[in-house]
């Protein structure tokens, strides 16, 4: 069964950091690319991130580029998004996504085909 579990959300402060883990059961990541989307409430929802598992190639959205860092590890399975200097803006359900990719490069305006379940982030003081 594929399946994509998001872990790692929580409440923090201001300017304060989490990472969140995406880890794959079913499949293996190597040939996808995967990305890191966000909604919050009333809000559309927001490619935040992508990588190419492949190339190791990224992508990030102006709102959180020099503060969100995705990383994967392939002998886990698993792909991360470290998020530092946090901003009440950022708090949203974050959820994972993959889908095979052959391409150079990722986007997260690609159709993916695997979504996971989602986890609470909340920038709170």
């Known amino acids: 069964q594929v399946q994509l579990v998001e872990s790692g959300g929580g409440l923090v402060h201001p300017g304060g950091s989490l990472r969140l883990s995406c880890a794959a059961a079913?499949?293996?990541?190597?040939?996808?690319?995967i990305g890191w989307f966000r909604q919050a409430p009333g809000k559309e929802r927001e490619g935040v991130s992508c990588?190419?598992?492949?190339?190791?190639?990224?992508s990030y959205a102006d709102s959180v580029k020099g503060r969100f860092t995705i990383s994967r590890d392939n002998a886990k399975n698993t792909v991360y998004l470290e998020m530092n200097s946090l901003k009440p803006d950022d708090t949203a359900v974050y959820y994972c996504?993959?889908?095979?990719?052959?391409?150079?490069?990722?986007?997260?305006?690609?159709?993916?085909?695997?979504w996971g379940q989602g986890t609470q982030v909340t920038v709170s003081s």
């Open positions: 990588i190419n598992n492949s190339d190791g190639s990224t």
């Open positions: 079913g499949f293996t990541l190597a040939g996808h690319a």
């Open positions: 996504a993959a889908d095979k990719w052959f391409f150079p490069g990722c986007s997260v305006s690609t159709n993916f085909a695997y």
